[in-house]
Each structure stands twice: as C-alpha cells, then as structure tokens.
C-alpha cells in the first residue's frame, strides 16, 4: 500500500472538516482556546493546500485501520456485521470440531457424546408429536448423525440401542392461562369460575385450578402435570370450567339481593333462595367444556385458544387459553446438563457448516437444528428459564472462540434478570450465570476501547455499541459473588489497580476502558504521522501539529454531542 492510500482516512477527516461549519459543541471548544489553531490555521491555509500531500508517512505495522478503510465491507460475507469484527481485540482460539468430546463435554461430567447421541435418537424414535411419520425421522437422524460426527459403524451400534429401549413414560404439561367472556352464572351478573380437567379414560382423576371470584375474564396462569399411562396419541384431555356456589345460609343469600343485577339476576337469586331453603343443596354450575386430542400436540408444544361447549347448546360461553406440551419423565439436572451439551454441539456444526462471519449469528438455528433443539427441551420438561441459562452457558463458551452477535445474549438476559435475585447463593445456575459473564465481558469491553476507530454513522457498530451497553447495564445490576472475579488480571491488564482499596466493579472497568482506548488511540494517531523527512521546515512541523489536534478535537466533539449522552442514558456513565 503506497502512502497516499495510507493518508487518505486522514485527509477525509480534515475535508469533512472545512467543509461543515461549526456546531455548538464546536463553538464551546474554540471558546476554550480562543480560536488560537482557527486564527493561526487562516494564517497557513493557502500554503497548507499546496503542500497536504506531501505530509504523507507509513504508518506503523501495527496500527489499527483507519476509521473509513476500516469500515469497508466484504458484499459476500454478511456485510452488515463485518465492520464490527474489528471491535476484537482478543485472539481467537480455533476449536478442532473433530474432537468434540472435548470441545463440548465440561471436564468432570460423566457424560460422553455417545451417550447424548444415543439420549437423542432415542428422543427421535419416540417422539410424542403430532408430527411423527418416517420420513421425517429419517432426515433428523441423518442431520444428527452428521453434528455427532458419528460413523456409520458407530451409529448403527447406538441406533440399535436406542430403538430396543423401552418407550418413555409421558406427562402432559398444562398451562391454564386465563379465560374471557365466560358465561355469567351468578345474580350480580358475573361467575366465580374454577378449571377441572381430567382425562377422558381417567375421569376419576380431576385436577382442580383455585377460583377466581366475581368476574367474567379470570387470570390463573396455573401449572399441572397429568401422567399418561398408554397410548398418549389417542387419549382426549377435557377442560371443563365452572362456576363456584360457596354454601350459603338462607340469610346470606337474600344479603346479596342489593347486588342484584336485572330481572335475570333476580330471578337467579330467588331460585337459589328457594333450593337452599328446600334442601340446602349449593351445586357447582358447570359453564363450559373443551375436548382436547393430544395427537393433535406438536413437538413443541402449543398455546391456543378454545371455545367452552355445553352440549348441542349454540349459545358463546366464553374461551379457554392453554398451553399443553407432551414431556417424557426424566431427571431435571440430567436434561439441563444434557441441553448445554446439545446446544454447543449444534452451534459448532451451524458455525461449521454455515461459514457465518464474526459476530453475525444471533440464535437462529437451521430448520432440523431448531426442530431437535426444542423437541429436547420440550420432551424433558425444561422451563423457558432452564433453556435460558443452558443457552447462556453454551453460547458465551462458543462466544470466546468465534464471536457471537451481542443481541443474543442480550435477549437471553432479558429472561434471566428477573429472576437472578431469586437464586439462592450456592445454586449451579447463578454460578452458570456468572461464569457466562466472565466469558462475554472481555469482547464487551473490547468494543469500548476500540470505540474511537469507528465512526457513530455506521449504524452496525451504533447498534453493537447498544447492544454492549445494555448488556453491562443488566450485568451491573446484580452484586458480583466474593468467591468469582470477573476481573482477571490476565485479561484486564489495562485496569487501573494502583489503589489497593480500590474496588473494582463494571461502572470503574468501563472508565478505566474509555480512558486507555482514548491513550491507545492517541499515541497511534501521534506515532502513525510522524515524519520521516529529515529537513522539515518549523512550517511544515507547526501545519503537521495543527492537523493532529483537529483530529483531537474532532474526536472531542464527537464525544460530546453523542457518547457523551448514550453512556449516560444507557448505563449512567458520564465521562
């Protein structure tokens, strides 16, 4: 590269500087050395257009790109997040994706990759869903086969295992959300509805929700687990809500006569007056019903609405929303530790065989990849918080061999702050959770340093600014356990430590990393324009000062009408 291209970053710079006036932030910056460069600068214009070319240097071997030749992208590989591959300044280990067992598997675990092939296909064989049929257990089984790395002499062995294992015993998981626009079985005009459901071969067996008192819209977001013996594809799961009738005294129920609600209501009222006079009887009053195929349950589950019915009744009794999935009985720690394996595996073969760039990929699995994940986490009863920290786990251990994109993990918080407070201290998932910290923080604090190369106009590196931010923000929120450093020495060394009492926390990490990317970036700009001319002029010296503190106070004035605000508004930093 011949030096006019090596300068021509520079001289952008200085163009884009006498072509835009001054902004208030730049008024506020000449106020403070009275125009000294401005006025001295008119002084040397006409000279300085002859001579800007000649002020041309190599820069040094080591230097950073500049921030407009750093920012041009390949059209052919994910150009939208290229630019942000320079934010990382630490070096990249290459994961040997032959070896898996040690790539995937943690040190300690009793698990090997055979046994978690075998716990899959035996998933595939036995796949609860709706969508079983041949075809597509063929396609899963070869795709798996190839993210295993499995040989066919290997596979046949453990596909033989698995398909003489016995079926496992199924639970459906139910979720009674809510329900709207019940039919009002009271006097005042509403219900006191309740849930009983049961399965149709075992109608003996009923579950029961609480009760929602006097209303038409109950909320119960209740959870239940009901066994299912045999033949889980032809059983019928029945949802029936009622109508609670608390037992009354006569006395009680002319009370609510003020209550009343239309001749309707009155007329409901006096009935029930009647039959607890008579015989004292305070039957529950069934308002609807809905009968569920569990054939009809995919992989995945489902969440839907359904419409209560009461015989050959036309009439609308209101709607019911569930969420039902089809789980096998397995351990729980077993599944979660079983998960974080599976999603490492799956990931390094995405990465493999797809060529993302860095810091591209941002949770979407290819179609069989997605179609295992979520059978497995789904079949072993995992909740979206068990899948949540698996995939914390998982992702930033890939995350330090090939970069990952930021809004990952940050979608991933959004699930795991609110519930973090409510880990007790010695639990594995708040140590899962702050060893997933300490594995993203660096790269995270890689894109501060390197703050100043870019420029605030490219939208990708704005957004992946954003993104960290976001990040430090929910990761400050919670007090960092005695017994972990997040801080290591080996990996910040830039950290200022002097000061023995000096405790060292996110908010001080992302000072000390503006502070030594604004010295990192200085000397660079000081040591890649040196001149190499032994006879410079004091002319030409004084216009080469003049040139780097306009790049100085351009960098200044970014800082203030931007960074200045998004640190402050994002993680109430202001530097």
């Known amino acids: 590269m011949d030096e006019e291209q090596m300068w021509k970053g520079f001289f952008v710079k200085l163009h884009e500087l006498k072509m835009n006036p001054p902004t208030e932030h730049e008024h506020q ?333 941002s949770g979407k699995f290819s179609a069989n990849a997605e179609i295992i994940r979520s059978q497995h986490a789904v079949q072993s009863g995992l909740t979206s918080v068990d899948c949540a920290i698996s995939q914390w786990h998982a992702y930033s251990i890939i995350h330090e061999t090939h970069k990952l994109n930021f809004s990952l993990f940050n979608s991933i918080l959004d699930i795991l702050t609110p519930v973090i407070r409510c880990m007790q201290k010695d639990s594995e998932d708040l140590a899962t959770y702050w060893d997933g910290v300490r594995r993203i923080l660096p790269s995270c604090f890689a894109v501060l340093r390197k703050i100043r190369y870019k420029t605030v106009s490219d939208l990708n590196v704005t957004r992946a600014v954003n993104e960290v931010l976001d990040i430090l923000g929910k990761v400050k929120l919670f007090e960092v356990p005695v017994t972990i450093d997040i801080f290591p020495t080996s990996v910040y060394g830039w950290i200022h430590r002097n000061d023995a009492q000096r405790i060292c926390n996110i908010d001080s990490a992302i000072i000390d990393a503006i502070n030594t990317g604004t010295k990192e970036w200085l000397e660079h700009i000081v040591e890649g324009s040196k001149y190499s001319k032994d006879n410079e002029t004091d002319e030409e010296k004084l216009q080469y000062i003049i040139k780097l503190i306009q790049m100085i106070r351009s960098d200044l004035q970014r800082a203030m009408e931007y960074f200045d605000k998004l640190f402050y508004q994002r993680i109430t930093v202001y530097r």
């Not at 009794?317 to 720690?333: F, M, Q, W, Y």
């Open 29 to 361: 910056l000449q106020d403070g050395d009275d125009g000294f460069f401005e006025k001295f600068g008119s002084l040397l214009r006409q000279k300085s257009q002859l001579n800007e070319n000649i002020l041309k240097t190599p820069l040094s071997n080591k230097d950073i790109q500049t921030e407009e030749s750093e920012l041009i992208i390949d059209k052919h590989n994910h150009a939208e997040y290229d630019c942000i591959e320079t934010f990382a300044g630490e070096s990249d280990i290459q994961i040997d994706t032959n070896d898996i067992s040690d790539a995937v598997f943690d040190s300690g675990t009793v698990m090997n990759v055979e046994d978690l092939y075998e716990e899959i296909l035996f998933e595939i064989y036995n796949n609860i869903g709706c969508e079983n049929n041949e075809g597509r257990i063929e396609s899963l089984v070869g795709f798996v086969q190839d993210a295993f790395k499995i040989p066919n002499s290997t596979h046949l062995e453990i596909s033989d295992v698995a398909r003489r294992k016995e079926p496992p015993n199924v639970r459906l998981n139910i979720e009674i959300i809510k329900a709207e626009n019940l039919l009002s079985k009271d006097s005042n005009g509403l219900s006191d509805p309740f849930v009983t459901l049961y399965l149709e071969s075992k109608n003996s067996h009923r579950y029961n929700s609480s009760v929602k008192p006097a209303t038409l819209n109950p909320i119960w977001e209740e959870h239940f687990s009901l066994p299912i013996a045999e033949n889980p594809r032809e059983e019928v799961l029945i949802v029936e809500v009622w109508d609670f009738d608390a037992a009354e005294t006569v006395k009680e129920k002319v009370n609510k006569i003020l209550d009343v609600k239309g001749v309707k209501g009155l007329s409901k009222l006096m009935k029930e007056i009647a039959v607890t006079a008579s015989s004292g009887k305070h039957d529950n009053e069934l308002i609807g019903r809905a009968a569920i195929t569990l054939k009809s349950i995919p992989v995945c589950g489902l969440t839907v609405w359904y419409n209560l019915e009461k015989g050959n009744k036309a009439r609308s009794r209101g709607s019911i929303l569930v969420n039902l999935t089809l789980s096998a009985e397995k351990n729980k720690s077993v599944a979660v530790q079983e998960h974080k394996n599976l999603l490492k595996l799956l990931l390094m073969y995405e990465l493999e065989t797809s060529q993302v760039a860095y810091y591209w990929w």
